[in-house]
């Protein structure tokens, strides 16, 4: 009979095998078997762990968001600093964690693939872990701007500033293939996320959308 330890362990090779599938091929492309296959287990495993497909692509989506965003606790630190400030640490640690993934990252490329083509329990998980972090930014940007957090212009300074935190963290060959050796020169003194930050705050400023 297997220990709890070999338990947790089968649980996280399915997930770590669904994940991989899930990110490529989307909810819809995969099947138990295959991932059972990836796996290397009998499928009746999967179904004892996660009862099925659904519960599965649920748990391996909610393990992505919680690697690659913000902790309850990292919110509390970020609130307590002068917003700038935050926004800058926010920016500067968002760019890490991109770029120390690996050349394909299924953590982060199921959670762009469900923007695109969301899954049954995308609303759950926007509203468990992607609108906290939202809201966060919408919070320190609205200290520092004096706009409400809610108004048009503060969430599209929201959206410039995380579509960049990606590309620049994420998106190397795009970004060397338009602006080539830009990431090198710019790591310097943090010369490429205070320029980041500057561009979204200058969106509050002038876009004047409402």
Not at 73 to 81: F, P, S, V
Not at 91 to 107: D, G, L, R
Not at 112 to 139: G, L, N
Not at 142 to 148: E, L, N, V
């Amino acid at each position: 009979m297997g220990t709890q330890k070999d338990s947790e362990a089968t649980r996280a090779k399915i997930i770590e095998a669904a994940g991989q599938l899930f990110a490529v091929r989307g909810f819809h492309g995969v099947t138990v078997r295959d991932i059972a296959k990836k796996a290397d287990i009998h499928f009746s495993l999967l179904n004892y762990h996660f009862k099925g497909k659904d519960a599965l692509y649920r748990e391996v989506l909610l393990h992505a968001c919680r690697s690659a965003l913000m902790s309850p606790e990292e919110r509390d630190y970020l609130q307590d600093l002068d917003p700038q400030e935050a926004l800058f640490l926010f920016a500067k640690e968002t760019i890490n964690i991109y770029s120390k993934q690996p050349a394909f990252s299924w953590k982060l490329a199921i959670i762009d693939r469900e923007f695109w083509e969301p899954s049954p329990v995308f609303e759950e998980v926007f509203e468990e872990y992607i609108k906290p972090e939202t809201d966060f930014i919408a919070e320190i940007i609205s200290r520092i701007s004096g706009k409400p957090k809610e108004s048009l212009d503060v969430r599209f300074s929201i959206i410039g500033l995380t579509g960049l935190l990606s590309i620049f963290g994420y998106y190397n060959h795009y970004v060397d293939a338009i602006a080539p050796d830009i990431r090198e020169i710019s790591h310097e003194k943090d010369c490429l996320v205070r320029k980041i930050v500057s561009m979204a705050m200058d969106a509050v400023k002038d876009t004047d959308i409402e």
